[in-house]
């Protein structure tokens, strides 16, 4: 099994509506991240949390929300999805700790698309 | 505020062959790692390599080496004896003091048969 999961894989809405992209991992780790990819532009931070009582913003946190409902949960939202967030949006963990040997681990990735 | 460049938005070699993608990067931090992630066309996010900055010894790992120049600001990444599998975008990326990561545009590197 994946230690990382993103659900869904893939999503096709519209303008407007409400979505939640979902992130759960079994690495054990505190730390949790969310980057969007887009073409040309490599990956950015959109929100991070290094525990569960710990969120912050990154580079491009407009029109996103994060909610951290576990170590292991790590959801996204989108409260208005606008067709300039169609990306590929992917979660990331990492252990903490010791600063050297810290290492994000992705998942799969969510394809999401706004009409 | 940490910045990566990756000047080659596409390559290509032949199969068997080594190529070397290109990556420079800007930091204020004294200390920090500097990596290379793969991503194959499943898109997953792969990581191939890893330096810390203080460690003059290049790292290394199989087929994938790295040439640090740390005065330089850069970071490129080997890959001998290239494979079809190496057919990837590959990112460089950098972190400091924060634990966040800043990626650069990506290299998409195509291995031909």
């Known amino acids: 099994d994946a230690d990382v999961t993103q659900t869904p894989r893939n999503r096709i809405t519209k303008t407007g509506k409400r979505i939640m992209l979902e992130c759960s991992q079994t690495?054990?780790?505190?730390?949790m991240y969310w980057y969007r990819q887009d073409p040309g532009l490599g990956l950015r931070l959109i929100y991070y949390s290094f525990d569960v009582k710990d969120i912050n913003k990154g580079e491009i946190s407009d029109g996103y929300s994060v909610s951290r409902q576990a170590q292991a949960k790590f959801s996204l939202s989108l409260e208005s999805a606008i067709p300039n967030q169609t990306a590929l949006y992917f979660c990331?963990?990492?252990?903490?700790?010791?600063?050297?040997?810290?290492?994000?681990?992705f998942g799969p990735g969510t394809r999401l698309t706004v009409l | 505020a940490q910045t990566v460049t990756q000047s080659q938005p596409e390559m290509s070699v032949q199969e068997a062959e080594t190529v070397t993608l290109s990556c420079t990067y800007d930091?204020?931090?004294?200390?920090?790692?500097l990596f290379w992630y793969k991503q194959p066309p499943s898109r997953q996010m792969i990581l191939v390599i890893r330096?810390?900055?203080?460690?003059?010894q290049n790292a290394t790992e199989n087929r994938f080496s790295v040439n640090f120049q740390k005065a330089a600001k850069s970071f490129s990444l080997k890959i001998s004896d290239s494979q079809l599998g190496d057919t990837a975008m590959y990112f460089c990326?950098?972190?400091?003091?924060?634990?966040?990561?800043?990626f650069g545009k990506g290299t998409l590197l195509t291995v031909n048969p």
């Open positions: 690495k054990g780790h505190d730390r």
């Open positions: 930091t204020s931090e004294s200390n920090y790692y």
């Open positions: 990326a950098s972190r400091g003091s924060n634990y966040k990561l800043t």
């Open positions: 330096q810390e900055a203080y460690k003059q």
């Open positions: 990331a963990t990492s252990s903490g700790g010791d600063w050297g040997t810290d290492t994000q681990y």
